[in-house]
């Protein structure tokens, strides 16, 4: 009995704080605090394993993935990657969008972070997007679609807190290659209905550059994307781990930004120290109100009462996926991802690894790409939110141009759930 009530107490008052507008943080926090008190447990425990949370060597690449990714955006590589797209795909039809979609790739590999990429790429692309004659939704939609690739391609903050939530048996090295090509195939599909949509209502084409003016963008280019071979160069021959390779692209991103590109001065370090404090403070917050949050759930043993349930509506593999993938994309369109990684993550981890005999890797891909989904769908999608800022359109108006956007989205998802190569791939052939 205390623990069905404790089990309700945890669940239903995060959910009514939730509805009541509190900030997810506090809602974790407050639930577990009061879900503690109902069962007796000190409070102290729960103070305990908010520190505990995030108290892991393997965070520590959170911090400098965000810096790396701070000091770039600012320091000009995004203008040098969009220069670089447009010389590779700007003479199609629809040249920006695609232009958007391939710079979104590249950038990717830089920030890690869908938001990030909205920010700095839709910044520069949506107004000239718009400029150049296409509509304000589709400019927006593309945007904020093609940001996601920037969370399967490493490097992404997001491996490294399932790594840490799956027990730390997980490689994060191997998780990194294994969201390579999801996140490339995830842009190849987008750019379809792109090119579909550019057609049909007569976009615009960029001019064409001659080679040495493609030389040139690639020249410029070269260094931002340099950052990406040092990071899967160094953790996939073993010279570092993923969070001396964070430390390292911090290095290099600084010497490149203020002493190669130089478009800003050394001043300008503390806006970005700044900007990137907050951005983590966020983050650190959330991954500690959710170890809490976690540490209560399984006390109370909700992932195995959570098995049972799935377990007990059909022992199909096929349909348990399914059934998983619609759940995940349910919980991403209400909550952010790194709270919903930290909580979802020991929940099915038995049921998808365990019962269904899915990798790891896999599992982790396929639960990144459903949250990462969540990013572009209201009522909480950031990057959805993001975009409608920079594009000054509604929500309603940029999600009714997502929709042809989304089933790209989730062909690669299914791709990803049922067809282990497409994660699988590149983990075994580099060992």
Known sequence: MNAGMGSFILIGSFVFLLVMKFPITFSLFLSSIFAAMFLHIPLMSIVQRLVSGVNSFSLLAIPFFILSGEIMSQGGISRRLVGFANALVGRVRGGLAQVNILASMFFGGISGSAVADVSSIGAMLIPMMVEDGYDADFSVAVTVTSACEGILIPPSHNMIIFAMAAGGGVSVGKLFLGGLIPGIGLG????????????KRNYPKQAGFGWRKTLKLARDAFFGLFTILIIMGGV?????????????????????????????????????????????????????????????????????????????????K??????????????????????????????????????LGMDPIQFGIMLILNLAIGLTTPPVGSALFVGCSIGKISIEKATKAVLPF?????????????WSPMTMFLPSFMG
């Not at 619609?326 to 929940?347: E, F, K, N, R, S």
């Open 188 to 199: 190849l599909l987008l750019m379809i209905p792109t090119a579909i949509i550019a057609y």
């Open 236 to 316: 996939i021959s073993g010279v570092f781990t993923a969070t001396e390779s964070a430390a390292v692209a911090v290095v290099y991103s600084f010497i490149i930004t203020f002493f190669v590109y130089r478009e800003i001065p050394v001043k300008q370090m503390g806006s970005i120290l700044r900007n990137s404090l907050k951005t983590l403070a966020m983050v650190m917050s959330l991954i500690a109100a959710a170890s809490s949050f976690g540490y209560l759930m399984a006390f109370l043993r909700i992932p195995q009462a959570v098995t049972s349930g799935l377990l007990s509506i059909t022992d199909n």
């Open 318 to 355: 096929i349909l348990l996926v399914l059934l998983i993938n619609v759940m995940l994309l349910a919980l991403g369109c209400i909550m952010d991802m790194a709270p919903l990684i930290i909580i979802t993550t020991p929940i099915l981890f038995p049921v998808m690894v365990g019962y």
């Open 406 to 418: 989304w089933v790209m989205m989730l062909v690669t998802l299914m791709l990803v759930s049922f």
